[in-house]
């Protein structure tokens, strides 16, 4: 191996992944590649291709919104300990109060239609108090 870069030879992690053939390939290469190092011939590189077949991603938009100060210090520290920044948070609690009124909604369709199908008044009387509280609070 004394055609290659020294840094090349004395390196037994090189070695053991380049065999002799593509490390003397490698050295001519470098030398006929105007001044390029061994070590940028050889980066790999990736060239992405979209054929169609991946879903492409749904294009954000853009949104403002005004933030007590008091809400934005929660916001920034909340997104301080988890370690995201303030509009990842923003976003993910949008995404969970979302969720939290969806499953709200659920029970209480849930909740309506047991009140309906209530046969005993007693249960029926105690299923309407859940109901008014789950409308109108208390």
């Keep these: ?16 992944q380049l065999d002799r ?4 390939l490698v050295w001519t290469l470098e030398e006929s590649c ?10 790999p590189y990736t060239v992405l291709v979209h054929n169609g077949v991946m879903k ?26 988890r370690k995201l920044s303030k509009n990842r948070m923003l976003l993910e609690l949008i995404e969970n109060g979302i969720d939290a009124e969806k499953r709200k909604q659920q029970q209480f369709f849930a ?6 199908n209530e046969q005993d008044p007693e249960a029926a009387n ?10 109108f609070g208390g």
């Design 126 to 135: 105690r299923l309407g108090d859940e109901l008014g509280r789950m409308v």
């Design 1 to 16: 191996m004394s055609s290659l870069p020294e840094e090349v030879s004395n390196d037994p992690v090189l070695l053991s």
């Design 56 to 81: 492409v991603a749904e294009k954000a938009v853009r949104q403002s919104v005004s933030l007590p100060p008091r809400l934005a210090k929660q916001v920034g520290s909340m997104a301080k300990s």
């Design 21 to 24: 053939v593509d490390a003397e």
């Design 111 to 116: 909740l309506a239609e047991r009140f309906r």
């Design 34 to 43: 105007h001044g390029a190092t061994w070590n940028e011939l050889l980066i």
